[in-house]
């Protein structure tokens, strides 16, 4: 047991400890670009009308206009990705490139190694070698401003991705961006507490990057939903732990919660890297029937590990990273042929639970949790090149 627990922290701090460079590069209380859109109606729906709608595979809701895409043959495109080391990351950048190159559009990747020697670095290359187009991948625009502005000025176009909220930038010189959309994620987790535990007690949310935009973003959804869902409810303050406490701290909070609270049963916490340190105190305290854990990600170890194993997680909301490389290569495109740029790609999420989790393999790639939209079929189609 403590071996399978150390290689599942070994594997959490793997994927999650890189942010924690971005929280040292930005000042707290840094505006969200577009933080608004968490306010959005849920469409008159009531909570629980929204988790059995999440929990469905999602529908293609993508782009609709075609573009000749050969048009970007010869192009060049430089992509700045936060780090190679994370999975998600990586496979974004392997899966854009993969799909410009059929239009022979090549593609630089600098890895920036999760530093911001690394980040700097990366933007002053891509700069010198006067790309078509730049792609920002994981990096906050208030660190990087500077640089697409002189990136502006040496007639390079910037695409920004994973900022936190779908919409056309507002920063001068950053054209595009491609984002799962973080306050959907926060509305639809609210959602599901709602309609979970009928507004009886208010969870605690754990943030880890409090002034990364889009932590922000998922914890304004929340709010908001849960504001909207159970109106009467006193929201207890957010709790921050930042990554490389997360050993240390996640079990220290999460005892003296549970010990300070006893009417706390519900935690948030925004990532479910996190649950590798807060669901082990739970279950210790002889509390996994008592306390239930919900967060943001699906990723494969913790789908595999807890969700579909009897344990405090009981929700999951994920986003297909595939699907999402897909998103990215088309926004490239629209910005190298002169298009006008996508202001939301619709990259779907969609709500794991022990509802639904027995309809996947969650040891299967995770592209299959998805259902069967052929996303692949769909943007080819968009690209005007023969479906594969």
């Not at 920002?136 to 990087?144: H, N």
């Amino acid at each position: 047991m403590c071996r399978h627990r150390e290689r599942r922290a070994a594997l959490a701090q793997s994927v999650f400890a890189v942010v924690l460079l971005i929280l040292s590069m930005i000042p707290l209380g840094t505006a969200v670009r577009g933080a608004e859109p968490a306010q959005r109606p849920l469409a008159g729906q009531t909570a629980q009308q929204i988790v059995a709608n999440a929990l469905k595979p999602p529908a293609w809701r993508g782009p609709t206009a075609r573009i000749k895409a050969a048009s970007a043959r010869g192009k060049h495109v430089f992509f700045i990705n936060l780090t190679e080391e994370i999975p998600a990351l990586h496979e974004w950048g392997v899966v854009m490139s993969q799909q410009l190159k059929l239009f022979g559009v090549s593609t630089h990747v600098c890895d920036a190694r999760g530093s911001s020697a690394g980040i700097i670095s990366c933007l002053q290359q891509g700069i010198a070698q006067r790309p078509n187009v730049l792609v920002a991948a994981a990096l906050d625009t208030s660190f990087i401003a500077s640089y697409i502005a002189r990136a502006k000025s040496a007639g390079i176009r910037v695409i920004t991705a994973q900022t936190g909220v779908p919409g056309l930038p507002t920063i001068s010189g950053d054209l595009a961006e491609v984002t799962f959309d973080y306050p959907a994620v926060g509305r639809l987790l609210g959602a599901w507490y709602a309609a979970d535990s009928h507004c009886k007690s208010a969870p605690q949310i754990i943030t880890s990057t409090s002034s990364r935009q889009p932590s922000l973003a998922e914890v304004s959804g929340m709010q908001s939903a849960m504001t909207q869902f159970c109106p009467h409810l006193v929201q207890r303050a957010v709790q921050n732990v930042l990554i490389p406490d997360w050993p240390t701290k996640l079990p220290t909070l999460t005892r003296s919660l549970l010990l300070a609270h006893p009417d706390l049963t519900y935690l948030l916490p925004l990532y479910d890297g996190m649950t590798i340190y807060t669901v082990p105190t739970i279950e210790q305290m002889h509390l996994g029937r008592t306390i239930k854990v919900a967060a943001f990600n699906a990723t494969p170890v913790v789908m595999q590990n807890e969700l579909a194993k009897p344990s405090p997680l009981a929700a999951d909301v994920g986003g297909p990273n595939q699907w999402y490389g897909f998103a990215l290569a088309d926004q490239v495109l629209r910005v190298l042929i002169g298009a006008a740029p996508v202001a939301d790609e619709h990259v779907p999420l969609r709500l794991f639970t022990r509802a639904n989790i027995g309809s996947i393999n969650v040891k299967a790639d995770e592209s299959t949790w998805y259902g069967t939209v052929n996303f692949s079929c769909m943007y080819h189609k968009l690209w005007e090149t023969p479906c594969t």
